[in-house]
């Protein structure tokens, strides 16, 4: 009894944590002055003008179709790299490891700067196109490191047993392996798609001049100070979030899992 | 299965070939910066700075930090971790979920909130005068660099190392129950073992961004400490010197690799098990 | 899993087809502005769109050395960009920059007042490629209830009676601009033994610092988080709206007068829409428009005259009388070497 109490403390605990700078925000889209600083009062004008705020709202399509799109990419890629690299020698599997870990390490700036020659340099106009490959290249590494523990779990003799059975080499793929990497890839899809709403440094150097993500418009609002309607919309998009997991939560279980 | 050579070298060729244009071309200039001064000439100028008193002392206070941040992610999470494994199993997804969202809302307004909590004038603050309570001075201190760090890491240290739990068979832990096993020795002999590549997943995904962050110690360590990560950003943006920026980085880069081999050493697999 | 999975695949596609809407350009072609975040009221793009019928494609950075090597790689052919002072000096000693047609600037020739464009020299000396936009002097922002000495001097920002209530600038050139200064100085020093000076005495100050900051300064002095501050003055008058007991005082020593100018990239693919857009951004109602939206203090003499609040009009902080003042600057671009130097002791200066 005082052993679920004390559990029950401590993940509130660490939630209150979490969630201690999400609440400010969500306060601070009600906060009738302009500045974090200074507490001028309740309003609702912020949200009301968030959607009269063309350019935000197309920067969290932008933001959006970016972060879905990139992320699908980096996990389509990263799971058919993972199969090739499960089957790879020691040596070569250890290099290919090595290699896909540098993005993480490399500077941002860094990843930046040298992405936006290369393309210069291959004569491919920055815009919408160049920001896709940029955050594909970042979020592949991550997607690697979800879907690879799960795939050395495998058993690959039931693989074999299905093309044995007569299932062609995809049939067996999607009916046998994909379910058992399933929670692997959804969580490198997660992971792709949290690295790519936030990266600010390579979207902006492999970015289109006019194309915009919330990223991008939040760091040059710094030097004018951050709209509080960018407040307002963070709050939308969390509780929409919310309600869905809640949604998803609730319905009725599938057998999967 | 004779056509499965071919077959699995086409399944990899995607990936070779954009690691090959995405990866190697950014590192190569990295190193091509690194090893070269501005008129183009080779030089070890850069690598070698990591010596002067001021870059050798930002490398020390960032491996503090982010090493102090790495442990107390840790100890915070292990807890945390096996709470969540122990609970009912059909919700993993949304557990998994609950704890990256904060991580969806934007780092610099996430971080900014955390200002906004801390300051002398802040929201903590006025909690604690309106309890009577004494004030809160950590902000622009190594303490709120820390607090900043274990914030946004945290959730990076609980997923592997919850991951890892659930993979553990409740069979082999019964099994040691059964064999006289007290909890406490469960635990060390059976349970801690078995999540260790969680644990290695967990802190490198922790300590290499902590490494490498310099926008926690601006907005939160009020900018008076100097960390490697801000001396490197401050090259590339304020200096415009992108040898030492690159030769600073390369330092950087060969420490990460030393954790990275050490992490390839316990955890026997090679690939950690994150998530 | 399975149906946050299909989710997923859902929104993506739905976003994805989103995503796809051409930019059809202007009747009359396009221009790409390339300015500072939150620098222009939006408004008067659509104006200017309406009136010219030439697309505006418009972009922001967020620091000069962020946006240099954007342009300088050649990255997206900007044609109007917006570059402070010094940056301007750098991006005409790589020749970047075109030359401008001043018969498309009527406007400009008009309306700026004499004494920007000789501002303007020390880093432009024939004014041949910049029409000044914004300016503004860097001076001290005070609390009148924290503080109860005179404030005068760059010297409050040494007194030990503020320890941890003094908000420095974390930039190297501005933080060096108070060393300096303080010293009777100039800010554009390359004299090795000067510029030690000035670090000795950064480094005296670092134990009174509260925090370094760059653009926090603005909510930190409303706030009442600190009692002085470093700030630029298109802050003050906001900074001062928010908070009255806010002061803005522009040091005896001296201080920067910095100028943000629009200019014409080299390889401006319109350079002739790029003239009509600057030209545009002179006349005084739209101009008018830009200072109302951004506060920073316009070098339009005739939009000054449309100011309606003669409070704001003859604002000392926003049009203070620069006759007044002796020992005022503009920063200019220093080169790479005297760059490193300023970089290796703000290091130190920061390391302590």
């Known amino acids: 009894m005082i052993r679920t109490v004390a559990r029950k403390i401590y993940i509130i605990l660490i939630f209150i944590f979490l969630y201690a700078p999400i609440a400010t925000l969500m306060i601070l889209s009600f906060n009738a002055s302009r500045t974090r600083a200074k507490w001028g009062g309740v309003t609702l004008h912020w949200y009301i003008s968030l959607f009269d705020n063309r350019e935000i709202l197309q920067a969290l399509w932008n933001t959006l179709f970016i972060a879905f799109i990139s992320s699908f990419i980096a996990v389509v890629i990263g799971t058919v790299a993972c199969i090739a690299i499960n089957y790879m020698g020691k040596h070569k599997r250890a290099i290919v490891m090595g290699i896909t870990n540098i993005p993480m390490l490399n500077a941002d700036i860094v990843t930046g700067i040298s992405l936006m020659l290369l393309f210069i340099s291959l004569g491919i106009k920055l815009g919408m196109g160049t920001i896709l490959l940029a955050h594909i290249t970042f979020n592949i590494p991550y997607v690697i490191l979800c879907v690879m523990p799960r795939m050395k779990q495998l058993n690959p003799s039931t693989f074999e047993a299905a093309l044995d059975l007569g299932a062609s080499p995809a049939y067996a793929f999607f009916k046998v392996v994909f379910p058992d990497i399933l929670p692997g890839v959804l969580s490198g899809f997660l992971m792709a798609f949290t690295m790519s709403l936030d990266d600010f440094i390579i979207t902006h150097f492999t970015k289109g001049a006019g194309v915009d993500t919330l990223s991008t418009k939040i760091y040059t609002e710094v030097k004018k100070g951050i709209k509080p309607e960018m407040y307002a919309l963070s709050t939308i998009i969390f509780v929409t979030v919310l309600l869905l997991l809640f949604l998803i939560n609730k319905a009725p279980k599938e057998k999967l899992d | ?275 | 899993m399975k149906k946050i999975s299909v989710l997923a695949i859902c929104l993506a596609a739905v976003f994805s087809f989103m995503g796809c809407d051409g930019s059809p350009s202007g009747e009359n072609g396009e221009v790409i502005v390339y300015n500072w975040g939150e620098y222009l009221d939006p408004e008067t793009i659509e104006l200017f769109e309406e009136e010219t019928g030439i697309k505006v494609i418009y972009d922001e950075f967020e620091t000069n050395e962020i946006m240099y090597p954007k342009v300088e790689a050649g990255a997206s052919e900007y044609d109007v960009i917006c570059p402070s002072d010094y940056m301007i000096q750098k991006m005409l000693e790589n020749d970047l920059l075109a030359e401008l047609n001043f018969d498309n600037l009527p406007n400009a020739k008009a309306n700026i007042g004499a004494q920007y464009w000789e501002q303007s020299k020390e880093f432009d000396p024939e004014n041949k490629y910049s029409v000044p936009y914004c300016w503004g002097t860097v001076g001290i922002l005070y609390n009148k209830t924290m503080v109860d000495d005179a404030v005068d001097s760059w010297n409050i920002l040494w007194n030990e009676k503020y320890k941890d209530n003094i908000l420095m600038q974390d930039s190297v050139r501005d933080a060096f601009m108070v060393g300096l200064k303080l010293n009777g100085y100039s800010m554009n020093s390359t004299n090795t033994e000067e510029l030690e000076t000035a670090k000795n005495s950064l480094i005296q100050q670092k134990p009174f610092v509260q925090a370094y900051v760059v653009d926090q300064v603005r909510d930190k002095m409303i706030g009442n988080e600190a009692a002085i501050g470093v700030i630029y003055s298109g802050e003050a008058i906001y900074t001062q709206r928010e908070n009255p007991d806010l002061e803005y005082v522009i040091p005896k020593e001296g201080t920067n007068v910095w100028i943000d100018s629009w200019v014409i990239s080299k390889n401006a693919p319109n350079k002739e829409n790029g003239e009509k857009f600057i030209d545009f951004m002179c006349r005084p109602e739209i101009a008018l428009m830009n200072f109302n939206f951004i506060t920073y203090s316009t070098p339009n003499d005739a939009a000054r005259e449309l100011i309606e609040d003669e409070d704001i009009r003859n604002s000392p902080i926003a049009f203070p009388d620069l006759s007044q003042y002796d020992n005022l600057e503009t920063f200019q671009y220093l080169g790479e070497e005297a760059d490193r130097i300023y970089n290796d002791l703000w290091k130190e200066v920061k390391s302590e």
């Not at chain 2, 590549?197 to 926690?216: D, E, K, N």
């Not at chain 2, 907005?219 to 401050?234: A, F, Q, T």
């Open chain 2, 1 to 275: 299965m004779k056509n499965n050579g071919i077959a699995r070298k086409l399944l990899s060729a995607p990936y070779i070939v954009w690691a090959a244009i995405f990866i190697i071309v950014p590192l190569g200039m990295v190193f091509y910066y690194g090893l070269t001064d501005k008129t183009g000439a080779f030089t070890l100028e850069n690598i070698a700075a990591i010596m002067s008193a001021e870059h050798a002392k930002a490398l020390w206070i960032s491996l503090g930090l982010s090493l102090i941040s790495t442990v107390i992610c840790f100890f915070l999470a292990y807890p945390l971790a096996m709470i969540l494994a122990n609970m009912n199993v059909s919700q993993h997804s949304f557990i998994v979920l609950i704890f990256i969202l904060p991580m969806w809302m934007n780092f610099l307004l996430r971080t900014l909130a955390w200002q906004t909590l801390l300051e002398k004038t802040g929201v903590i603050n006025n909690v604690l005068s309106f309890l009577h309570l004494p004030a809160l001075n950590i902000i622009n201190t190594p303490y709120a660099i820390v607090l900043g760090m274990v914030y946004n890491f945290l959730p990076f240290m609980v997923l592997p190392i919850y991951n890892s739990l659930v993979k553990i068979d409740p069979n082999v832990v019964n099994a040691a129950k059964d064999l006289g096993a007290n909890g406490i020795q469960t635990f060390f002999k059976i349970t801690l073992p078995l999540s260790v590549p969680g644990i290695i997943s967990g802190i490198t995904m922790v300590f290499i961004p902590a490494l490498t962050t310099f926008v926690i110690s601006k907005l939160l360590g009020g900018s008076k400490i100097l960390l490697i990560g801000n001396v490197i950003e401050e090259e590339f943006t304020q200096a415009g010197n992108w040898h030492l920026g690159s030769g600073l980085s390369i330092v950087l880069m060969i420490f990460i690799i030393v954790n990275m081999v050490v992490s390839a050493i316990f955890d026997k697999d090679g690939e950690g098990s994150f998530l």
